[in-house]
């Protein structure tokens, strides 16, 4: 707990930002590897983030910062990362084929500025573009959650 608090105080993290701790070991059948697996529910109270392996990370996920220490000869990285918004933009331009390429670029920028927290959780995304009513469908157009 300890290490990933510094990592979020070194990468300037603050309570607010959106965020996920990724983990991983040298060797997964270690004894600190045990403990963290132990003590997870303590650990993502602690921490109040999603805090998960090294293996589920998402491409949008930008690194902030990261730790790592080692026990005895037992090496742990921790990585704090900022959740960012993924759209496939192959999707938009096929969906959006008949508005052209510059109203997909505008419809992903508009993606970049939205709030992650408000996003998440969200099936749809309604809005008005250039004077066109857009809906967008999560999982398919757009991404904003911690889950593949």
């Known amino acids: 707990i300890n290490r990933v608090q510094k990592a979020r105080k070194s990468g300037g993290i603050n309570i607010e ?5 990724f983990y991983e070991f040298d060797d997964s059948h270690t004894k600190i590897a045990s403990t963290v697996n132990n003590q997870m529910d303590l650990i993502k109270q602690t921490i109040k983030v999603p805090f998960v392996p090294s293996t589920d990370r998402l491409p949008h996920f930008r ?14 990285k921790v990585t704090v990362c ?8 192959d999707q ?7 508005q052209g390429i510059d109203f997909v670029h505008s419809l992903e920028q508009y993606l970049r500025m939205q ?14 573009l250039d004077d066109k009513t857009v809906e967008l469908v999560a999982g398919e157009d757009f991404h904003a959650g911690f889950s593949k």
Request: proline share 0%; glycine share 4%.
């Open 17 to 21: 930002d959106d965020i996920a701790v």
């Open 92 to 98: 938009l331009s096929t969906k959006f084929a008949d």
């Open 82 to 89: 900022m959740n960012a918004i993924r759209f496939d933009h």
């Open 63 to 76: 690194e902030v910062s990261s730790a790592e220490f080692t026990e005895g000869d037992q090496t742990v």
């Open 115 to 128: 709030n992650l927290k408000e996003l998440r959780g969200k099936d749809k995304l309604k809005l008005k």
